[in-house]
């Protein structure tokens, strides 16, 4: 019987001493995809208080995907990809998107490589976009047979913005080697 009483004394004191009285759950979760935070500093007598809103991200849905530029030698494409903010309120996007390819037989499952080429190696920067506004990718990828196998021809392309589930789908068409696609990160500026 002691040590039931001791539990009970224990877990007594474990309630009153963990709780300084009700608090506050915080808001019920809604559909809003901005959530927003203020901090109040105190200094010298006056108070500073600042507050954000996260920017929700770019979406395929709210953006018009094109190819702006394309180069190519020595087996390579360049092509410089243009994303345009369609929806009346600012987005953001960071990291590197996502791409495939269609051939005859379907998509090809293509795997891109981050970075690797000097033009396309720098790292990651956040990127707001206001309406209207555009950011930019580059990709380099293979258009010749290699030892890995031959060029497949396609004639549509998916990009998928960094963090996102659900692609754009461009019309292009081409030859790519599905091992050797490269992307670099989304800027705000279009390659010089």
Aim: proline share 8%; net charge negative.
């Amino acid at each position: 019987m002691t040590k039931a009483l001791a539990f009970v004394i224990v877990f007594a004191a474990f309630l009153a001493g963990c709780d300084n009285g009700p608090k506050e759950a915080g808001p019920v979760p809604g559909k809003t995809s901005a959530s927003s935070s203020s901090t109040s500093t105190g200094q010298g007598g006056g108070s500073t208080t600042i507050t954000t809103t996260a920017t929700p991200l770019c979406k395929d849905k709210a953006a018009a995907v094109k190819a702006e530029f394309r180069n190519g030698a020595a087996g390579t494409i360049m092509t410089t990809w243009r994303v345009t903010n369609t929806s009346s309120d600012a987005c953001r996007s960071f990291g590197y998107p996502g791409m495939d390819f269609h051939a005859a037989n379907g998509w090809l499952d293509v795997q891109v490589h981050r970075g690797g080429i000097d033009m396309i190696n720098q790292p990651p920067a956040p990127v707001v976009l206001e309406p209207g506004k555009s950011l930019y990718f580059v990709s380099f990828w293979g258009d010749v047979d290699t030892e890995a196998g031959p060029c497949k021809q396609f004639d549509r392309v998916k990009v998928t913005l960094p963090d996102n589930f659900t692609s754009a789908r461009v019309d292009s068409s081409g030859c790519v080697d599905p091992g050797l696609v490269e992307v670099g990160p989304v800027t705000d500026a279009p390659p010089s």
